[in-house]
């Protein structure tokens, strides 16, 4: 609105001459038409002036090459000044969060690589923690690149900032992430309990775990976007002043954590009756015992954690500090916290690798060996008794190896 109102005046303000400095709107300001030489000097614009509640002075000059900078900047007479101890703390968190979502990142692209490469590890558990661990790669990625988009031209004038659309995209994506990895959370709830309950068969309901975790976050982010073009287009949908676009995003994201926290103290529940059961045998038992101890460790995969901040809409005082720390700082790290968990100590993974370790030491020496036979056949015709003692231990290791596997 403000847009086209600047443009509408410079319009009918258009001076019959082309020299000087053309008026223009610079997404934050509208500046008239001025001869070289001359300053123009506007208030700070009204969004800001309502938001911040300063009445500051912002200048440009026209000068032979142009336009000059905003004087002084923008963010020094409009903005509400920061205090010290917050940009120490926002900036001693989004060092932590960067570095976790970065380690996250390299555990989980290994995690990730290590499922897909070994064909006796897909089946449909594994094929859900891939789906987990995807959703942390883009929820991470999206992390990184909304920074980069906001925050990477914070010290330039508005005539320099990004794109809208770009910016806006940007935001679009990290809020599907977001959403999208809390429901893939839940999934590996639901699909832990089933086993339990051993409901239905798991390989046929894999379509309803794909689209519980990439479908639903596309129906909540469609009217998020929705609510924010009609309720609160203001700059790159960075700031959450509006009530309804908040909650849009916010509910679903209660209501995933809210059903995984119900899901949790279930399965506990399961776990312990099975374990008294006395029709339940020794290996079953022990496989339970696993389970229970496995599910202890499930609190941060499950986003348990996060029902401690659940309601806590309203950032103000020392309780969004604890927010911002427990959701940005340590929730950073939990990609790489699952990826240890269900790749890296899980059994099944690390006999693949301890496999294909013996594997490829096996090729190596008979490769060796093979080539100390060739040279002794050159030079000596026949092979000397040394040379059958190596091919013996070759094909002894060899029946060992075969064995094991």
């Known amino acids: 609105m403000a847009e086209k109102e600047c443009l509408g005046i410079l319009a009918d303000k258009l001076p019959p001459h082309t020299k000087g400095c053309r008026g223009m709107w610079d997404n934050i300001s509208c500046w008239h038409h001025a001869d070289i030489g001359e300053v123009v000097v506007n208030t700070c614009p009204t969004a800001l002036k309502t938001l911040f509640t300063r009445d ?24 509400e ?46 094929y859900i923690h891939l789906n987990l661990f995807f959703s942390f790669i883009l929820r991470a990625i999206a992390v990184l690149v909304k920074d980069a988009i906001l925050f990477s031209h914070e010290n330039v004038e508005c005539t320099k900032q990004p794109s809208l659309i770009g910016c806006k995209a940007s935001l679009i994506f990290f809020n599907y992430f977001i959403i999208a990895n809390f429901y893939w959370l839940l999934v590996e709830g639901l699909y832990l309990h089933t086993l339990l309950m051993v409901i239905f068969s798991e390989n046929r ?52 954590v809210i059903l995984n926290f119900i899901l949790f103290i279930s399965i506990i529940r399961i776990l312990v009756q099975k374990l008294r059961c006395p029709d339940v045998g020794g290996n079953d038992q022990s496989q339970y015992r696993r389970l229970a101890k496995s599910t202890l460790l499930l609190i941060p995969l499950f986003g348990v954690h996060y029902v401690v901040f659940v309601y806590v809409l309203d950032e103000n005082g020392e309780m969004e500090n604890y927010k911002i720390f427990f959701e940005l700082g340590l929730g950073s790290f939990q990609g790489l916290v699952v990826a240890i968990l269900y790749c890296f100590l899980n059994s099944e993974v690390q006999s693949e690798l301890k496999r294909k370790w013996r594997s490829l030491r096996l090729k190596r020496y008979i490769g060796r060996d093979y ?10 015709g026949t092979e000397n008794m040394s040379q059958f003692h190596r091919n013996s231990r070759a094909q002894s290791f060899l029946q060992t190896e075969t064995t094991v596997v």
């Open 371 to 380: 080539r100390l036979h060739s040279s002794s056949i050159s030079k000596n």
């Open 81 to 126: 000044p920061t205090p010290d101890e917050k940009v120490v703390f926002y900036t001693v968190m989004k060092t932590l969060y960067t570095l976790g979502h970065s380690l996250s990142l390299i555990a989980l692209i290994t995690g990730s690589t290590i499922l897909c490469l070994f064909r006796k590890l897909h089946c449909t558990r594994n």
């Open 205 to 256: 309901h894999f379509i309803i775990y794909l689209l519980i975790g990439w479908g639903f976050p596309t129906v909540f982010v469609i009217p998020w976007i929705v609510c924010r073009i009609y309720l609160e287009d203001t700059g790159c949908w960075e700031r959450n002043d509006a009530p309804i676009p908040l909650r849009v995003i916010n509910w679903p994201i209660m209501a995933s």
């Open 56 to 79: 500051g002075i912002i200048s440009r000059n026209c000068t032979t090459e142009g336009w000059s900078d905003v004087y002084p900047s923008i963010q020094k007479v409009c903005f």
